[in-house]
Nanobody, 107 residues
Framework: QVQLDESGGGEVQPGGSLELSCAPS??????MAWYREVAGKERELVAS?????DTYYSNSVKGRFRISRDQFRVYLEMNDLKSEDTAVYYC?????WGQGIQVTVSS
């Protein structure tokens, strides 16, 4: 079965930057996206990129985050991070999900 390997998470101070990456165990094509989830809240879509290159960003991250792809890998560049960005981030390609990676923004 396809597995998505996520990396790049960690702890940063407010205003800092971080880049998440997601690599599938095999070559797959489809919509790529990043979601995030906070305990007690629903998982929300943060950004996505279609096979034709069209992108989408949630209002809370517009201007700060950027989603990109490189062949079969997908990335999420996060800038000017805020405490409210703290969450577990999940990569999704087609119907496949990553295991989730923690991002903590704290002073």
């Amino acid at each position: 079965q396809v597995q998505l390997d996520e990396s790049g998470g960690g702890e940063v101070q407010p205003g800092g930057s971080l880049e998440l990456s997601c690599a599938p165990s095999e070559s797959i094509f489809g919509t790529m996206a990043w979601y995030r989830e906070v305990a007690g809240k629903e998982r929300e879509l943060v950004a996505s990129i279609q096979t034709n290159g069209d992108t989408y960003y949630s209002n809370s991250v517009k201007g700060r985050f950027r989603i990109s792809r490189d062949q079969f890998r997908v990335y999420l560049e996060m800038n000017d991070l805020k405490s409210e960005d703290t969450a577990v981030y999940y990569c999704k390609i087609k119907m496949f999900w990553g295991q989730g990676i923690q991002v903590t923004v704290s002073s």
